[in-house]
């Protein structure tokens, strides 16, 4: 859909949620709806002390605005912001933020859930987790339910 | 003689030791899936980095592509594990 205003930052830096709904909203009057996810590093019951995350510059800005845009297409947004921090980030710190907007309130959740879905399994970021006794646990591993959360939006 | 630009993230990154070369391609190298074979003749980093090889993902100038892709042409061909961010 051209002319949806997509905004994708990749960032070390913390956001503002109430900011980005500010920008994405500010003197329009045909948005009805607006959803915003925000993802924030666990604790996992004191086990964590950090979580780092690694990009690949470039791809991953590349790839959250493909998948922003096609969302906007599939679902008929009238603006979508993302942001996904990386870097050393503690428990209780956002990690990611995605903002969608559309007249409804159904093509707004839907967007916001198509978008992460395709994030998490094909924007490059990986996570390695700190552990909080100083034993480094090491890399995530990529969760089956992802998979199929992503597979899901292709079966109708 | 091929030349590639090769980055790589994560534990495939530590694995190997390095986030990115410039390596020279012997001849009758097609596919991403061929590199991946190739390199896992380099050196024992490499064969521990690639031992799972298909659940390596690459990325031909950051775009994903199947391990049957061609690299002709590519400028930069990236090498790591599933993703595992939001």
């Known amino acids: 859909m051209a002319g949806v205003p997509v905004t994708v930052r990749v960032q070390r830096e913390?956001?503002?949620?109430?900011?980005?709904?500010?920008?994405?909203?500010?003197?329009?009057?045909?948005?009805?709806?607006?959803?915003?996810?925000?993802?924030?590093?666990?604790?996992?019951?004191?086990?964590?002390?950090?979580?780092?995350?690694?990009?690949?510059?470039?791809?991953?800005?590349?790839?959250?605005?493909?998948?922003?845009?096609?969302?906007?297409?599939?679902?008929?947004?009238?603006?979508?912001?993302?942001?996904?921090?990386?870097?050393?980030?503690?428990?209780?710190?956002?990690?990611v933020l995605v903002v969608t907007a559309s007249p409804h309130r159904q093509a707004a959740f839907n967007g916001a859930n198509f978008i992460m879905d395709f994030l998490k399994t094909s924007a490059p970021f990986w996570k390695k987790e700190h552990a909080a006794d100083g034993i480094a646990r090491g890399w995530v591993s990529a969760k089956d339910e992802d998979d199929s959360a992503r597979d899901r939006w292709s079966k109708n | 003689m091929t030349t590639v630009n090769l980055v790589y993230f994560a534990w495939v990154r530590e694995r190997i030791g390095r986030a990115e070369e410039t390596l020279e391609l012997p001849d009758g190298i097609v596919t991403a899936g061929d590199l991946l074979a190739h390199l896992k003749t380099l050196g024992e980093e490499y064969e521990a980095a690639l031992e799972h090889e298909n659940v390596i993902r690459v990325a031909i100038n950051q775009e994903h592509v199947e391990h049957d892709?061609?690299?002709?042409?590519?400028?930069?061909i990236a090498l790591f594990p599933p993703m595992t961010g939001g």
Not at chain 1, 54 to 72: L, Q
């Open chain 1, 14 to 95: 913390d956001f503002d949620l109430a900011a980005e709904v500010q920008a994405l909203s500010a003197g329009r009057h045909d948005i009805g709806a607006v959803v915003t996810f925000s993802g924030l590093c666990r604790d996992e019951a004191g086990a964590l002390s950090a979580l780092e995350l690694e990009h690949y510059p470039g791809m991953a800005e590349a790839e959250i605005t493909r998948i922003c845009e096609e969302a906007a297409t599939r679902f008929g947004l009238q603006a979508v912001s993302a942001i996904h921090r990386f870097g050393k980030i503690l428990p209780g710190e956002n990690i």
């Open chain 2, 69 to 76: 892709e061609p690299i002709a042409g590519a400028r930069e």
